[in-house]
């Protein structure tokens, strides 16, 4: 399935978002949105219908056999940071309750943790990341959570959880970690043309692995000829169990 992790577009207008009905037209896969600060609800129901809303929210759950995902939503309406309030947590909570034993995949488009790219990170006294941990430290079944938002690839620990953030379709974020003084502008690139990128999320036996990609095609140094037969045997031969 293919998960868009909020930023559908830049100004939340219908048209916009007619736009990206046509881009996804042609996928014969089930499509899941999370909306972001740019989002806005009401065009989003209009142009995509079938997107599940509670409670006035676009938060929603992907019932799998043996696992689930859960799409959480974050849009505070006119602001860039994120929100969860106590609807929702309450929401998440329930739904949680309902299957304890599937394990959890959940997706939102605010990271609720800090990365270190600091005109970019939330707010420590910010509640809404709080009010979410409080939910996911009472419910073992979710295994992850995936994010948008801060257009870098990165990975970290939340709550004993892994959090992975995907890299942006759109112009990505500078890695820069140094702190920033808002009232003294120092020259230091906050966007850059970086390619386009996106994340794979394989859920194993074992767990979810995240592969961060690059929409541009790579020059490629070998590959899989009569050469490296041997190798890729070797590499790949089931190996006795102790």
């Not at 999370?34 to 009401?42: E, P, S, Y």
């Not at 056999?65 to 929401?91: K, M, N, S």
């Not at 942006?168 to 974020?173: F, H, M, N, R, W």
């Not at 820069?176 to 003294?184: C, E, S, T, Y």
């Amino acid at each position: 399935m293919l998960v868009v992790s909020g930023d559908m577009t830049e100004d939340g207008a219908e048209p916009s978002y007619r736009i990206l009905h046509d881009i996804l037209a042609p996928l014969d896969i089930p499509t899941l949105f999370a909306v972001g600060n740019h989002d806005r609800r009401a065009a989003l129901r209009t142009v995509f219908p079938d997107v599940p809303f509670n409670d006035g929210f676009a938060q929603y759950a992907v019932e799998l056999p043996d696992r689930r995902v859960i799409v959480l939503d974050t849009l505070e309406e006119g602001q860039d940071g994120g929100a969860f309030c106590a609807r929702r947590a309450e929401w998440l909570r329930t739904t949680l309750e309902a299957r304890e034993d599937a394990d959890t995949l959940i997706v939102l488009h605010h990271p609720p943790s800090c990365t270190g790219i600091d005109w970019m990170d939330i707010h420590p006294e910010d509640g809404w990341t709080e009010r979410l941990a409080r939910v996911i430290r009472d419910h073992r079944q979710v295994v992850a959570l995936i994010a948008g938002h801060v257009h870098r690839p990165v990975a970290m620990a939340w709550q004993g959880r892994i959090l992975t953030i995907t890299t942006s379709t759109a112009p990505q974020v500078a890695l820069d970690l140094r702190p920033i003084d808002p009232a003294h502008p120092d020259g230091r690139a906050l966007i850059v043309d970086e390619p386009p990128g996106l994340a794979l999320h394989r859920w194993t036996a074992t767990g979810i692995a995240t592969h961060f990609d690059v929409v541009d095609k790579p020059d490629t140094i070998v590959r899989f000829d009569h050469r490296h037969r041997a190798m890729i045997e070797e590499l790949t031969r089931t190996r006795p169990s102790d």
